[in-house]
């Protein structure tokens, strides 16, 4: 059934909160969303003639992962250009272009921002590599001498973020040939640290925001958000999350405010818990921050609850609302979490079941929700064939067709698909799935319509019911609106509804399956 009750619509359209504060926001992995020039590699072309796939979901923005000049040493979190697209996704005036066009159809655009680290390709950093120690072209980055008596160990303890790349230090040669200084690298050694207390670096990023906002964006993902204040001097303070990075945040919100028109800043904030996460939404910071401790979180009614519950009272404490999000480009994809079995293998039929539900669970939820690409398909975790394993969440979509490429590439393409698609792909296509009641991609199509028009659901806040039986989720928003998510191993009878949305077929109208959820509507009935 569909939700289109008038009044309701009404009722939702005359709400008056910025965008930003119950957006529902598709995350586009862009090298692997759609390949419009042949090459096998996702591009602005591809995207932009995938837009109105976008706005038939029904979100209302999309993230897109960097899209700048890049060696990709990192998948573009390696920038060379902050002021430039890289040749192989197209051009600074497609990008312009495109930004347009998304407006267009209703559509806001959040770029990503990476202000912890360039690209050691960038010319700041060649720069200092050509220049002395205590230059001021060393000065953009953390350069320093090592310990020991030939300087050969790291200046300090500090690990990289990435297990398998060990120290947070790569000593470089000095252009007598000589062994010299260090240099710090939270990522990998191809990613070297900015100094943010440097006022170069600091105008510079200003310079990026100014020119991004002048190009139209909607908003920023800020990369490693906690990670740009440090001073590896005073080593024993560590490099994350520490308190003078939130100056930092409020230069940047007043640089957004004074800007005509409404943008956001999303922080990625991880690995610490919501109550620091809580810091960086302060309402003269940044305005939303994911939170990732719902996409780790197991499939388990308990821990889902105490990590909503968390959120909503931290991020509500500073006025902040919450940021939902099941999967993204750094994580093994849902469906194949939470199809996991006690022997360790993936049960794609059990996960596919609970994503289905976990979508109906995100989207009830107060505050926004991203959606990673393929969420809506229920792509599944492939084993990776490059050496990083984060690529197995990164496979190119299957639009259409029987066979790879499933039309992620134009028909005449030069090129095979940077990543190879599993073949049982066929069943899931975007064409497959439309128009399937059945399938993930109607499900998502309906929730995504009932959303936008229900009045108790986006910003806000719930109620848990607490006479739910063991492992049931229940809550209710006002106004009329239920979620149920049976996370039991029982079949749970309902309460007395009317039918907004069930995630799956149901045992009999009156009871609610295993790993399934439904939305329901008290009081009103609905149209279909
Ligand atoms: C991004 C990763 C990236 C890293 C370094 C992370 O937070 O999500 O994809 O590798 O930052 O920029």
Redesign the pocket.
Known sequence: MTYTNATAVAERSARSGPWWREAVVYQVYIRSFADGSGDGIGDIAGLRSRLGYLSDLGVDGIWINPWYRSPMA??G?DVTDYFDIDPVFGTLDGADEFISACHEHGIRVIVDL?P??TSNQHPWFKEALAAPPGSPARARYWFRPGRGDGGEEPPNDWRSRFEFVGSAWTRVHETDGTPGEWYLHL?TPE?PDLNWGNREVTEEFRSILRFWLGLGVDGFRV??APGLAKDPDTSHLGYWDRDEVHEIYRKWRRLIDSHPGEQQFVA?A?QIGPDRVANYVRPDELHTAFSIDFLWCEWDAGRLRAVIDNTLSTLGAVGAPATWVLSN??AVRHVSRYGRTSTGGVDLLLGTRRARAAALLLLALPGCAYIYQGDELGLWQVRSETGDPRDGCRVPLPWSGEQPPFGFSPPDASAACWLGQPSAWSEITAERQTGDQVSMLELYRRALKIRRAHPALGDGSLAWDDGAPPGVLSFTREPGFRCMVNLSAENVQLPLHDWLLPSSALESDLLLPPDSAVWLADGESPTS
Do not use: R
């Open positions: 990192d998948g979190y990476v912890n680290h990522f990613q990369d490693a990625e991880c480009h750094g």
